[in-house]
């Protein structure tokens, strides 16, 4: 059975048209007893109490309230205000611009939570996701990652969803078939997650007003926004009733199950921290000593290569000589936020001791995130190099022996994960018209791949 999220990025603050239409398409899911899920911009919250549409944030206030940006395309968009960004100060800055925003839509909406975020077109930063996860946001969608199935995803301490079914010209089409023809698609690709993505105001005007106003790095004032032609009204309503055909199909298909993103965080244990016993703690060092530099799924968890970095060197660091500690923390580790080590190449060899002194070292010192570089023997070597090195010695804690010396071979900066679809061939650049002509997003790409020691597979909850 596939789950069905119905998402519409609620943007529009320009055309004060567009509040009746986003109120009559929360009509329609009203109509057939299905709850979609509204990202909504924090200007766009703001000016429908301004304009004193209480009608329409009653109707949206009937279905799940998400968050989609403060300002959406006004420059600085998130994007281009991080890019010059540390990591620490990127997310006090996303914090200090933000938070406001998120504030503001839950007290229109009364929503004690939030359960998602989208990013607004490709304005997206890793420091951002790490500022919405401390502002208690569980999930990510339209996530840059794109996993198997859609399967939900673990990145920098939020859950990822991609979209994965865009039906704005979809809706606009004369005939609905196309869609029933897409969700057929992800049914026999064994897709476990559709998110079924529309924008209220492309079903009813001609562009978006992002494109009219922001496009390539304009800022016009308030002043100078000018809104958008409408469709013919013969095709917004086509639209509603193609929308209301496509949510008479989910519920009637057999595979198919409407769904939130509410539902979608109570199925997956998000909370940080916990501990791992001895079990867990085995099959990560056996998983590193085989050469893996990626997440491993084992005893009904996962651990992306960050979390296996943090369980080792803790382990490693304050273990017995030959046996493992009874409980390792396990603290969800945030991936380096500095360029990782180069190394020399060349292998070499390190007593145990020295290596569980380094171990206690880097324990002392971790802040919430990996080191870039492990300074010991003299040597400096990147963090994955390290890790095998300290699986060698959990390992053999695990068969009640400690091996007098460790051999050390270097290994490659970044995990596996780094080349997932998303990261692999990740830019900025000629992404999004919105964006000026000149803006690649370089240090947005440095940290992103960076950060890719933070994914890891989501496992849903045991009944």
Not at 44 to 58: N, P, T, W
Not at 263 to 282: E, K, N, T
């Amino acid at each position: 059975m596939a789950k069905v999220i119905f998402s519409f990025d609620t943007e529009d603050y320009i055309n004060p048209e567009a509040d009746d239409y986003t109120k009559r398409i929360c009509e329609v899911f009203d109509a057939n007893g299905v709850t979609a899920s509204f990202m909504m911009v924090g200007e766009r919250a703001r000016v429908l109490v301004e304009r004193g549409r209480v009608d329409v944030i009653a109707a949206l206030g009937r279905h799940e309230i998400g968050y989609h940006s403060y300002f959406h395309s006004v420059h600085p968009n998130v994007a281009e205000y991080l890019d010059g960004c540390g990591w620490y100060d990127g997310v006090g800055e996303f914090l200090s611009r933000e938070q406001e925003g998120v504030s503001l839509v839950r007290q229109i909406f009364n929503r004690e939570c939030l359960w998602a975020a989208v990013p607004a077109g490709a304005s997206w930063a890793p420091q951002m996701i790490c500022g919405y996860e401390r502002l208690g946001i569980p999930i990510q969608s339209d996530a840059a990652i794109t996993a198997p199935r859609n399967r939900p995803t673990h990145y920098i301490g939020q859950l990822h969803l991609k979209y994965n079914l865009w039906l704005d010209h979809l809706l606009l089409a004369d005939s609905w078939d196309p869609i029933g023809a897409q969700f057929d698609e992800h049914l026999e690709a064994g897709a476990q997650l559709i998110v079924a993505i529309d924008h209220p105001t492309i079903l009813m005007h001609e562009q978006f007003p992002d494109s009219l106003n922001f496009r390539h790095g304009r800022n016009p004032p308030p002043s100078e926004w000018v809104c958008c032609t409408q469709r013919p009204v013969a095709r917004q309503e086509m639209a509603l009733a193609h929308l209301e055909r496509t949510i008479r199909h989910v519920l009637e298909h057999p595979d198919l199950e409407p769904c939130t993103y509410e539902q979608i965080a109570g199925s997956f244990d998000l909370a940080p921290g916990g501990s791992v016993g001895p079990q867990a703690l085995g099959a990560v060092a056996a998983h590193v000593s085989e050469g893996a530099l990626c997440s491993i799924e084992t005893g009904g968890n996962s651990f992306s290569a960050a979390d296996q970095f943090g369980l080792l060197n803790h382990a490693a660091a304050h273990g017995g000589d030959a046996e493992l500690p009874v409980l390792t923390p396990l603290r969800r580790l945030l991936g380096p936020i500095n360029d990782v080590c180069v190394e020399d190449g060349r292998a070499f060899e390190a007593p145990s001791g020295q290596v569980r002194r380094a171990a206690r070292h880097v324990e002392h010192d971790l802040r919430g995130h990996m080191p870039a570089t492990i300074q010991f023997e003299g040597r400096r070597v990147g963090p994955a190099t390290f890790m095998r090195g300290l699986a060698r010695i959990v390992g053999g804690a695990a068969e009640g022996r400690l091996p007098a010396s460790v051999p050390f071979e270097p290994a490659p900066p970044l995990p596996d994960e780094a080349q997932m679809e998303g990261l692999r061939d990740l830019t900025w650049k000629d992404r999004w018209e919105i964006f000026p002509p000149d803006f690649a997003g370089d240090n947005l790409k440095r940290h992103a791949l960076l950060q890719s020691w933070t994914i890891r597979p989501g496992v849903e909850k045991r009944p």
